[in-house]
């Protein structure tokens, strides 16, 4: 058994438990997608029992998501599956909501366009798109803590960086996502959420 481990995870798993407990209530098939070592798949599907709880990532990460999920034996816990933002064709999985957290600033924006476009396609109406990590806002300065973290991104990778809060809502409208909820979390963070409309009539 390999299993991965993030401290990060550990630190902000509390704080964003207790606000997918609101946004899950009457919602029962979760994708999460980049769930990394595995850690919060496991211990959000353990504090809710009432959600399938379908990790997924790139091939290199599902050893450690599958180690997490045997070491849980939870049956709510799905085996984690290989989805890819690079890819439009998604697995097919039955969602009401998407979970993606500290991924947006990783991958390309590319990708984050893939990931929105990608949920609103999977999501019924009602459906929702939950995002963590650190954010832009045009009103005010970055954090100095998330200014550092962006610059270090950059040198590492190019295409990564923390996103505009504006530019990734423009998205979600585009792909009929309507902001839901934008609260603070501890260290700089932002959970984020978007609810999908229904089609006009
Ligand atoms: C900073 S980690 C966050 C992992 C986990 N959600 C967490 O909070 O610890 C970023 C994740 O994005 C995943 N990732 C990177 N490129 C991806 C891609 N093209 N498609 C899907 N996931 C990707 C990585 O494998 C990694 O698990």
């Given at each position: 058994m390999m299993q991965d481990f993030a401290p990060a995870c550990e630190r902000n798993k509390v704080p964003i438990l207790s606000v997918l407990r609101g946004i899950l209530q009457g919602r029962h098939n979760v994708l999460e997608i980049g769930s990394g070592t595995g850690q919060h798949a496991s211990y959000f599907s353990r504090h809710l029992p009432h959600v399938r709880w379908q990790p997924?990532?790139?091939?290199?990460?599902?050893?450690?998501i599958n180690a997490y999920r045997q070491k849980s034996g939870l049956s709510n816990l799905l085996e984690p599956i290989g989805l890819d933002l690079r890819c439009t064709d998604w697995p097919v999985v039955n969602a009401d909501a998407v979970v993606c957290i500290n991924c947006?600033?990783?991958?390309?924006?590319?990708?984050?366009?893939n990931l929105f476009a990608g949920s609103a396609k999977l999501l019924p109406a009602g459906g929702v798109l939950f995002v963590y990590g650190p954010y832009r806002y045009s009103h005010r300065p970055l954090e100095t803590s998330n200014e550092n973290f962006d610059r270090w991104l950059k040198q590492r990778d190019g295409h990564s960086g923390i996103r505009d809060f504006d530019a990734v809502n423009e998205l979600a409208l585009q792909n009929?996502?309507?902001?839901?909820?934008?609260r603070p979390m501890p260290a700089n963070n932002r959970s984020i959420w978007w609810c999908k409309t229904p089609p006009p009539a």
């Open positions: 997924s990532d790139l091939p290199d990460q599902l050893a450690s947006v600033h990783i991958v390309s924006w590319a990708l984050v366009t009929g996502l309507q902001l839901e909820n934008d």
